[in-house]
């Protein structure tokens, strides 16, 4: 079945950055052609109309900065690459969750890096020469002011403390901030369960099931909420948890 191409949305003040992009997003046939705005105020209110896929937001702009403009995103949660040519802006737009980020002058090549990021995101990672069919799923967990790649299949167990994340791996236990919704979306739904409000498990760390605890690899234990006890039982009746 084929897939529709990923809306996208470009925001940036200086012609010559439009035009750049408009080019490179008109290269690659899974991006569809995208919608231009020459201020981040211009757009202000628009991504809810338009839900793109993807923002390719300039961060140096006058009266509302690209980061500014983060903030203010409600419903609609688009992935973003920041564009700019000031390399210290990029920590501040991984706080909010930015894809990718592109220092000016942009070459092409660096440009599809930065797409193919955006869509393992989206639709999930294509087979490549550099990702075989099968590979794990490698997240990039901020703590504190690191970055640390976790692969997926390392990961036990996740629980959720508000707006962050103790997420236990076989090696750690990682404080990261993240909701628990963004990060079920990141892990294969085949290989995790949600089995509490709080609680996302590996079902190949899952040792044991008494009654409505789950008994884990690392012997740490986990409750099974009431809203979805059936859930997990529907999967241990055909054996595949």
């Not at 949305?9 to 046939?29: F, H, M, S, T």
């Not at 509302?64 to 700019?84: E, M, N, Y």
Request: with cysteine.
């Amino acid at each position: 079945m084929a897939v529709a191409p990923l809306s996208c949305v470009i925001i940036d003040d200086e012609p010559l950055a439009q035009d750049l992009l408009r080019k490179y997003v008109g290269r690659l046939p899974f991006l569809a052609a995208p919608t231009v705005f020459d201020s981040a105020v211009e757009a202000l209110g628009r991504l809810d109309q338009l839900r793109p896929d993807l923002v390719l937001l300039d961060v140096n702009m006058p009266q509302l900065s690209g980061i500014d403009f983060l903030k203010t995103f409600t419903r609609h949660q688009p992935a973003v690459v920041l564009t700019t040519a000031y390399a210290e802006y990029a920590v501040q737009g991984f706080d909010y969750d930015a894809v990718d980020f592109l220092l000016k002058p942009i070459s092409f090549e660096r440009f599809v890096k930065a797409i193919t990021k955006v869509q393992a995101r989206l639709v999930g990672p294509a087979p490549g020469p550099a990702e075989e069919p099968g590979a794990p799923r490698v997240l990039l967990l901020k703590e504190n002011k690191k970055f640390i790649r976790v692969p997926a299949a390392d990961i036990l167990f996740v629980e959720g403390m508000r707006d962050y994340l103790k997420v236990y791996t076989k090696a750690r236990v990682i404080l990261t901030h993240m909701t628990m919704t963004k990060m079920e979306s990141l892990l294969d739904e085949t290989a995790f369960l949600r089995v509490n409000r709080s609680y996302l498990v590996h079902k190949a760390a899952i040792a044991a099931i008494h009654g409505n605890t789950l008994e884990l690899v690392n012997n740490m234990e986990v409750p099974i909420g009431i809203n979805y006890r059936e859930a997990v039982r529907l999967l241990t009746d055909k054996g595949v948890l």
